[in-house]
């Protein structure tokens, strides 16, 4: 059962485009909502993450927007540039228990 | 700041060898995670540790594998008798005592021949 569900598994956009990445989950206890980005070979790099208190956040040119109720989460890329061309992953963890549940990730291609 | 490190970056085992992979956490931080991630997936959580201490093991397979975080030295996420399904990139990640944000290591490659 995968508790933190991504979409889509892939993307390709336009340079300048707005790729948005999805995830849903099913616990509510989950309360802190990060947002990573790996290049092939290399470890994941934190991107940005969320509490539920708020409903969206922005660093840069990412931005996550949340929906308690919906209980799902997205990221979207402004301005997306070639050198974003990576893929993102979604995760969660609930309080005190640090482990990171993560979606499956979405391979994204941004064409120059 | 030197961020997390892990090594070896790549390891090759025979079945039934064993492997050894370390990691040494950012500076100031105090608490380690081990993840395992195979091809074309996510991440899986793996152990959770802290000095001397291990807090949370429900992702570790209870055969074979095993953890530590000495008071000193780096974490070891020890692999005994490989198999070839052990195969994967086993990532190391750190965070402060009070802080929820994870950094990750560049993995250690495993293959299992």
């Known amino acids: 059962q995968q508790q933190v569900k991504q979409s889509p598994q892939s993307l390709i956009v336009q340079k300048g485009g707005i790729p948005i990445i999805n995830c849903a989950y099913e616990?509510?206890?989950?309360?802190?909502f990060p947002w990573y980005q790996q290049f092939p070979g290399k470890g994941p790099a934190l991107l940005i993450a969320?509490?539920?208190d708020v409903s969206e956040k922005k660093e840069g040119r990412f931005t996550i927007s949340f929906n308690k109720s919906a209980k799902q989460f997205s990221l979207h890329i402004m301005d997306s540039q070639p050198g974003d061309s990576a893929t993102y992953f979604c995760?969660?963890?609930?309080?005190?228990?640090?482990?990171?549940?993560w979606g499956l990730g979405t391979s994204l291609a941004v064409n120059p | 700041n030197a961020g997390v490190m892990q090594n070896p970056r790549h390891l090759v085992r025979r079945r039934g060898q064993e492997a050894r992979l370390r990691c040494s956490p950012m500076?100031?931080?105090?608490?380690v995670y081990w993840y395992r991630q195979l091809p074309e997936e996510g991440l899986k959580f793996m152990v959770y540790?802290?000095?001397?201490?291990?807090?949370?093991e429900s992702g570790m397979p209870k055969e074979r594998f095993s953890a530590e975080f000495p008071k000193e030295g780096p974490s070891i996420l020890r692999i005994q008798q490989v198999v070839r399904g052990d195969s994967a990139a086993y990532f190391c990640?750190?965070?402060?005592?009070?802080?929820?944000?994870?950094?990750f290591g560049p993995g250690t490659r495993l293959t299992v021949t």
């Open positions: 995760a969660a963890h609930a309080g005190n228990n640090r482990k990171l549940i």
């Open positions: 969320i509490r539920p």
């Open positions: 990640a750190s965070s402060p005592s009070n802080a929820y944000e994870q950094y």
């Open positions: 540790l802290q000095k001397e201490n291990i807090i949370d």
């Open positions: 500076k100031g931080h105090s608490h």
């Open positions: 616990n509510t206890a989950f309360d802190y």
